[in-house]
């Protein structure tokens, strides 16, 4: 068994850097070995993956990923972390050749050095939505992954239509994946411990569903039928619709009187094609 990090050894690295684990970048650290390889079994990472992890921290995760992958890609925002974590990896007795570190914010990031195939991640809570899509739009070699979101972001990215957690994250989310719960993580797992609970989201990719300008237009649909998710569709979309909401709804072979939260993401790309081929009057 390799040596992965425990409490003792979190504490000891962060008071050696001075570190305060700060809410702004959503910093709680897992102290607990073995639900970091719980959640690299869950992500079924094996000796030819390329593992991209998002959000590192000290390196508890990370060296659980470097057991198992070929490669580890970690993308840390804070700068001693991403400092740091390289001279951790060798000090637990890992390859630090196998680890490559980009001191960035995962929100931006749309390149890499190698293809990942696989990402698995404690996302940091305030952003952990925006940073998923964004990796599944920008990255389509990463074949499956999972992630820790705080349970009710969980929740809603897991959700089916007709459902009080379906909206807008879900439904874009599945424009590139099948996602689905795969577990709960306790609180006495991290430091500092959070106030909210985990879990974790298992996602494998399919195609994409259409091309990057269907996916813009139904991507705007879904903005709009969710930012007013209690109006029947004909209403939340007339704005962007026009005046002839019903009539494209109907040619798209959607009830122009549900709402948007009982639409699948295959039936939200219907309405998108319309407004693609000009098949609506402002």
Not at 82 to 107: E, H, Y
Not at 160 to 172: E, F, I, L, R
Not at 203 to 218: I, M, N, V
Request: proline letters at 5%.
């Amino acid at each position: 068994m390799t040596n992965l990090l425990g409490a003792v050894e979190i504490r000891s690295l962060a008071q050696a850097l001075n570190l305060k684990p700060t809410k702004k970048l959503g910093q709680n650290f897992v102290v607990d070995a073995n639900t970091c390889r719980k959640i690299v079994k869950l992500a079924e990472v094996n000796s030819s993956d390329v593992a991209l992890e998002i959000g590192p921290g000290l390196g508890s995760l990370t060296l659980a990923l470097l057991d198992e992958a070929k490669q580890v890609i970690a993308i840390e925002i804070d700068d001693r972390l991403a400092n740091q974590l390289p001279v951790t990896t060798k000090d637990r007795g890992f390859n630090s050749d196998n680890l490559i570190v980009i001191n960035q914010d995962a929100m931006v990031v749309t390149e890499l050095p190698i293809e990942p195939t696989v990402l698995v991640a404690n996302l940091p809570y305030n952003v952990s939505v925006p940073v998923l899509l964004n990796v599944l739009e920008n990255f389509p070699s990463i074949t499956r992954g999972v992630v820790m979101v705080q349970s009710e972001v969980a929740d809603r990215l897991a959700a089916s239509a007709n459902n009080k957690d379906y909206g807008s994250p879900t439904v874009k989310a599945n424009w590139w994946a099948t996602l689905k719960l795969a577990g709960t993580v306790s609180r006495s797992v991290f430091w500092p411990v959070p106030n909210v609970d985990s879990s974790l989201v298992r996602f494998d990719r399919h195609k994409p569903l259409g091309s990057q300008t269907e996916k813009e237009a139904t991507f705007l649909v879904i903005d709009q039928a969710f930012a007013k998710r209690r109006k029947m569709l004909r209403s939340a979309l007339s704005q962007l619709l026009g005046s002839n909401a019903e009539q494209t709804l109907i040619s798209a072979g959607i009830d122009p009187t549900v709402r948007g939260e009982v639409l699948t993401v295959e039936e939200f790309l219907q309405i998108g094609m319309q407004l693609v081929n000009g098949n609506s009057t402002k």
